[in-house]
């Protein structure tokens, strides 16, 4: 094979075939005969289904590359959710001209980490695309997984009440000042990598463990005040945050200080916000530093009864402000 | 972090609190006049911990805010030129011009590019040789000195393709028409940041004229209470002065070398304030001498702009008038997801940050 | 306006420095600055060091603080 993508090779003739038999086929472990579609048989669970699109850039930064970010973004979809996850199908829309060691890297970065997280890629598409029609590479992912219907009220927070307490799994805003050092062209350079990673194995500690996860949800895009005011929304009862206990490296804080950004908007790829019921906290916290994802996890807050369903943060000083949902991208400001 | 941490300590400020709580005898009203404070009054939830007898409010000290309709839609009407690379910081790109903004000419295909500093600009200069590279100037006394390293930087390594198009100001000015509009002030919270480059003796004249307290602040909370402090003893004893707060960065005579960078590269002109008008001698343009770096002068531009919609205070609210309470459309129409007027868009926009700091105080 | 925070120089190359900000590295024009040496810290912005910390009077300074602190904790 050639060391670039041509048109030819998403055409769905022989060198398709060749490009999935040389590239995907063998590093997913499919079995051939391979289907349109992949039958799943389980019997008597829920089935958890959920898909993404990733088009980060640039595409290979500190701490991952897109394929990881697919993978683990998925898994985390579906874990969040209380599920277990199973199969995932990989898309692939590749800009004609794309060199094939990067499609290899990523593949088989996307392979070891569905390897870790337990799940089996079992189905995809290819297309390539005109020079200029697609930013060198796009991958959407679908996941599927399983769930215990005890499970089903963890998504939407219906037995949140006012007590609970929030617990995060550590540091924020790694992921999102990596890929910006990544991009250089803001003319900084940070030590910071992206903290992608699958969260199943963790989260699955803590289900299995206690009987009092009232609600999870992954960071990311928006940042963790994105999430909080999602929540807040959907169990209709305010939040408190305490500034001190949310976990900021420094030279993400730095970077933040002199940008003008602020942490909590910043994405992330490794972090769950995990509402427990009270009293149990504690305990949820010391599982989860026991778990090398969860080592730096705090408890940050707490839900109130507040018929505005404001999120409020205790300052690090003693004050006290709103956190907004962010509006748009944050932009680097000299004021 | 060094230099930080220790100004954000918690039982400090909370003692600090304390002593305001104890040493307040009346009403006070301060201002200050540095987007930079207001933000971090905001983050820090000032407000919060002072009694409700002290009342602070903005002035113009937000340069995205005071900058004017007509230079958004000068710099939107360079960047649609085909030869053209217009570079700015960020907070210039959602600011709205008469009909649109630099974010959605972006978006639309214009060339236009966030940067952290002018030496960024000479650089893009430099690799786009057959590009005429603009840089949009804003800020105060803080900002200015760097354009001026930047301009005498591009003539020493002659690079004829990078120009500016200026919108710097500078402070005394805008503070002196606020106290001559009648604004009922107790004290100024003096910008920290200009004062480094400036020296705090600019802010003489306002006791001596004025007989009102200046103390020189610096941006982390430590440093905004003790001021506040300063400010009230000041006006409980009578003794209206130019105080520095802010010793590890400010002195009385500034930053002598970056005073001459500003004083060689440019002079000032009666500028437009948006919500002010005219105030004299109050913005910076480039001398003569390096006029050529002056867009404007090798392409000038007839524009007719639009001021903001009718209802919008933007300009009451930054000569301290009014507040936002009073706009009819702040939080009705006005939010920062959908802004009206600048006060709204900039992070240090007096509207931005009451809306953030809306039911709580 | 004026977003800015103490840096520690880390490396100085000409007129140009390398300055950290909680580990972060940014370029810090010193064009304005005399007698600039690594391990000084700087007040940067836009690209710029626009002062020296003058670490003695922040020594002094938050000692102040901090014994003003003590006697209002008593």
């Known amino acids: 094979m050639k060391d670039f993508i041509s048109l030819n090779q998403g055409s769905g003739g022989k060198l398709t075939h060749e490009l999935i038999d040389r590239v995907f086929a063998g590093r997913f472990g499919m079995a051939e005969p391979l289907t349109d579609s992949a039958i799943l048989k389980e019997s008597g669970f829920t089935r958890v289904f959920t898909t993404d699109s990733y088009v980060v850039d640039p595409l290979f930064f500190p701490g991952g590359n897109i394929g990881k970010l697919a993978i683990c973004g998925t898994v985390n979809d579906l874990a969040v959710s209380g599920a277990d996850p199973r199969y995932i199908a990989a898309s692939f829309i590749i800009e004609e001209g794309f060199p094939l060691h990067e499609l290899v890297l990523i593949t088989e970065s996307m392979a070891d980490e569905a390897l870790k997280a337990g799940v089996k890629i079992v189905t995809g598409d290819t297309k390539v695309v005109h020079k200029g029609k697609c930013d060198k590479l796009f991958i959407t992912t679908s996941g599927i997984g399983i769930l215990n219907p005890d499970l089903e009220h963890i998504s939407t927070g219906k037995r949140v009440k006012p007590g609970d307490k929030l617990i995060i799994n550590g540091p924020v805003g790694n992921h999102a000042i990596a890929v910006l050092g990544a991009r250089n062209n803001l003319n900084f350079s940070t030590p910071v990598t992206s903290d992608c990673a699958s969260l199943n194995y963790l989260i699955s500690k803590v289900l299995q463990n206690s009987g009092e996860i009232r609600f999870m949800r992954d960071i990311t895009r928006g940042g963790l005040t994105t999430v909080l005011n999602e929540l807040a929304k959907m169990i209709g009862f305010g939040i408190i945050i305490n500034e001190v206990y949310v976990p900021v490296d420094d030279p993400v804080k730095g970077l933040c200080e002199m940008l003008g950004f602020d942490p909590f908007y910043l994405a992330n790829e490794g972090k769950v916000l995990i509402v427990v019921g009270a009293g149990e906290e504690t305990r949820v916290l010391n599982i989860l530093r026991s778990d090398p994802l969860g080592l730096y996890s705090e408890i940050i807050g707490e839900i109130v009864p507040d018929k505005k369903e404001l999120v409020v943060l205790n300052t690090s000083v003693g004050g006290k402000r709103i956190l907004d949902m962010p509006v748009g991208d944050q932009l680097p400001r000299i004021c | ?361 | 306006m004026c977003l800015s925070i103490p840096a520690k120089i880390v490396s100085i190359d000409g007129n140009m420095a390398e300055v950290s900000a909680g580990g972060t590295i940014f370029k810090a024009g010193l064009h304005m600055i005399e007698n600039a040496r690594v391990g000084d810290y700087i007040l940067l912005h836009a690209g710029f060091a626009i002062q020296k910390v003058n670490e003695k009077e922040a020594e002094e300074t938050i000692r102040l603080f901090e014994e003003m602190n003590n006697s209002l904790n008593e």
Not at chain 2, 229 to 256: C, D, F
Not at chain 2, 263 to 289: C, H, M, N, Q
């Open chain 2, 1 to 361: 972090m060094k230099y930080i941490d220790e100004f954000r300590n918690k039982d400090l400020v909370m003692n600090l609190a304390d002593l305001i709580n104890k040493t307040v005898t009346r009403d006070y009203t301060f201002m200050e006049v540095c987007g930079g404070h207001t933000a971090a009054i905001h983050r820090f939830g000032i407000p919060s911990l002072l009694p409700d007898n002290i009342r602070l409010i903005s002035g113009p000290g937000c340069p995205v805010c005071v900058t004017g309709t007509d230079f958004i839609d000068k710099a939107i009407t360079y960047s649609k030129m085909n030869e053209v690379i217009l570079t700015t910081f960020g907070d210039l790109l959602r600011v709205p011009g008469s009909a649109s903004s630099l974010e959605k000419e972006k978006a639309a295909g214009a060339d236009i590019r966030v940067v952290l500093s002018g030496l960024e600009v000479l650089e893009i200069a430099r690799m786009n040789p057959e590009s005429l590279v603009i840089f949009l100037g804003i800020g105060f006394e803080t900002t200015a000195p760097g354009t001026a390293v930047t301009i005498k930087q591009a003539e020493k390594q002659n690079i004829n393709n990078f120009f500016l198009l200026s919108a710097h100001k500078i402070m005394p000015p805008a503070m002196e028409a606020i106290i001559k509009e009648g604004v009922n002030l107790d004290g100024f919270i003096c910008p920290g940041h200009v004062a480094t480059i400036t020296g705090s003796s600019i802010f003489d004249f306002i006791p001596e004229r004025f007989n009102l307290g200046c103390v020189v602040t610096g941006f982390e909370p430590v440093d905004i209470l003790q001021s506040i402090l300063m400010l009230i003893r000041q006006v409980n004893q009578n003794n209206s002065k130019v105080e520095i707060e802010y010793n590890r960065a400010v002195t009385v005579k500034g930053n002598s070398i970056a005073q001459r960078l500003l004083s060689e590269v440019f002079e000032p002109y009666d500028a437009t304030w948006r919500g002010f008008g005219v105030i004299p001698l109050s913005g910076l343009t480039l001398k003569k001498d390096f006029e050529k770096f002056n867009i404007e002068k090798k392409m000038p531009l007839k524009i007719n702009s639009q001021e903001d919609n009718d209802l919008c205070i933007c300009g009451k609210i930054l000569r301290g008038l009014e507040t936002p309470a009073d706009c009819p459309l702040f939080a009705e129409i006005c939010f920062p997801e959908n802004p009206v007027g600048a006060c709204m868009v900039s992070n240090e926009g007096t509207c931005n940050n009451w809306y953030k700091f809306r039911f709580i105080k």
